[in-house]
């Protein structure tokens, strides 16, 4: 019989419902795996086994009083939150040494969503400072290394969830996804990797997002399990009970042009380009036609997205006493965003809703448009801050300066996914290749199929049909 944490979600949640296993056993289960492997991982900065426990006795003594009919969808079921969430008593670093880290006084609407639905959070995971950057390292916690290649880096900014659910600490977890923050780990990792379209799911408080670029997400090892997490956070949509349903035969367009292209021209790895045959492949297997999409986007793009990106740690509460304990890109950016006018801010929002027009019309003339997840393999821990520090030992030496080459290959590694952000568009990436040839040899590599409004539920329908 297999262990718990090598279950897929759906069998685990189906077990727990059916007593077969009990929340206190689940959570006893996935914090021992957690406390075996984390030191390596470093997916988590803050485990709350003493919670965890209480609310998984609490979870049995619901259901030795009711029917499995009336448990809540996710009965007992172990997550972690980005460690950006407030969970109610726990510290939100915001995976900053600037921020004072006290105990949050209630938790994020996310968080309530699925704590409601009945899951049992073990921790907080790994994060970039503020959820800037594609990879997650920062000052106060070790950095968040890739499972199957623990030198490398699990991706950003959901990275230490994305290592969890990979390593097995976890069976799925939530994530979101402001710029590629689901998908670029995802996709190092080789999860499911979902972000919802705009207003789906419930993002909280959007002061500091005023492109309302973020959305919460599931990254999953399979479309299955990822479709039980979208159905806990966007209640009612049944996506769970749909996914069996055969997709209609699609029109794909496939594209390699990035909006990033004109500003950082990058090269596109060898790896990258497998992927992209490898989907290509499955999805002709499957019934659909796929041919070459024109799509051409405007090169103002990168200077706008930037300062919409970036203008919400210009408004952080931060003292200016702890400035210094920034990291070199957040507070780089911290000051361009100060010294920026609202005016400026304005400009580059409408321009970023007229890029959403112009590309959503493009993208509208096929049924689902795809590209390769990433430009490259997943990065070394410490490559994009120049630290080194993939093989040695964390706290790491003093990271460098150079904020600008930091962005600028992290814009080169992940160059087809904040666009889709600004869309307000679905999207999905799958795990179609490893470079070691079979699936879970070598790395991860996959591709990203990005739809219309409304088509989370065709996008895992695909995802399903593909063997994911």
């Not at 007593?19 to 709350?48: D, K, M, W, Y």
């Not at 704590?115 to 968040?144: D, M």
């Not at 003292?319 to 304990?325: C, G, I, K, V």
């Not at 990291?327 to 780089?332: D, F, G, N, Q, V």
Request: negative net charge; glycine residues 12%; contains cysteine.
């Amino acid at each position: 019989m297999a262990e718990l944490h090598e279950l897929p979600a759906l069998d685990l949640r189906n077990l727990l419902r059916a007593g077969t296993v009990s929340a206190a056993e689940a959570t006893t289960h996935f914090l021992a795996r957690i406390s075996r492997q984390n030191p390596l991982l470093g997916a988590f900065i803050t485990v709350t086994a003493d919670q965890a426990m209480e609310r998984a006795r609490a979870a049995d003594d619901l259901h030795s009083r009711t029917g499995t009919d009336d448990l809540p969808l996710l009965h007992g079921m172990p997550l972690g939150f980005k460690d950006l969430t407030d969970v109610a008593g726990v510290v939100t670093t915001h995976g900053s040494a600037a921020v004072e880290h006290k105990p949050a006084p209630a938790d994020a609407p996310l968080v309530a969503l699925l704590t409601e639905a009945g899951a049992v959070s073990l921790g907080k995971t790994q994060v970039p400072e503020f959820g800037l950057t594609a990879y997650s390292e920062n000052r106060i916690a070790p950095p968040s290394r890739n499972p199957y290649a623990p030198s490398r880096s699990s991706g950003g900014s959901s990275g230490g969830s994305a290592a969890a659910v990979a390593a097995g600490l976890l069976p799925f977890a939530p994530g979101t996804d402001g710029g590629g923050s689901v998908r670029i780990p995802a996709a190092a990792c080789g999860l499911v990797g979902l972000k919802p379209g705009r207003g789906l799911v419930a993002a909280g408080e959007s002061s500091g997002d005023p492109a309302r670029l973020v959305v919460p997400g599931p990254l999953a090892r399979t479309a299955k399990d990822a479709a039980l997490m979208l159905d806990a956070m966007a209640p009612g949509n049944e996506y769970l009970a749909g996914i069996g349903q055969e997709p209609p035969p699609l029109r794909i367009g496939v594209t390699l042009e990035s909006p990033w292209s004109g500003t950082f021209p990058f090269s596109i790895e060898p790896e990258a380009l497998d992927a992209l045959r490898a989907g290509e492949r499955l999805l002709e297997h499957a019934g659909h036609t796929l041919a070459e999409a024109a799509v051409r986007y405007d090169n103002r793009y990168p200077d706008a997205f930037t300062t919409a990106w970036t203008a919400g740690v210009g408004s952080a509460r931060i003292s200016p006493s702890r400035e210094a304990l920034l990291a070199p890109l957040t507070r780089t950016f911290r000051r361009r965003a100060q010294q920026r006018s609202p005016a400026k801010l304005a400009e580059a929002l409408a321009f970023l809703r007229q890029f959403q027009q112009d590309t959503v019309a493009q993208y509208g003339q096929w049924d689902l448009i795809m590209m390769p997840a990433l430009a490259q393999t997943p990065r070394p821990v410490g490559w994009f801050t120049g630290t080194g520090h993939g093989g040695g030992r964390w706290p790491a030496v003093q990271w460098p300066g150079d904020a600008d080459g930091d962005y600028r290959k992290q814009c080169e590694y992940a160059p087809w996914s904040s666009m889709v952000n600004v869309c307000g568009l679905p999207a999905i990436t799958l795990p179609v290749h490893w470079t070691g040839g079979s699936a879970g040899s070598g790395l991860p590599m996959g591709v990203q199929l990005v739809g219309p409004m409304g088509s989370e539920a065709l996008l895992l329908q695909v995802a399903h049909q593909l063997g994911f």
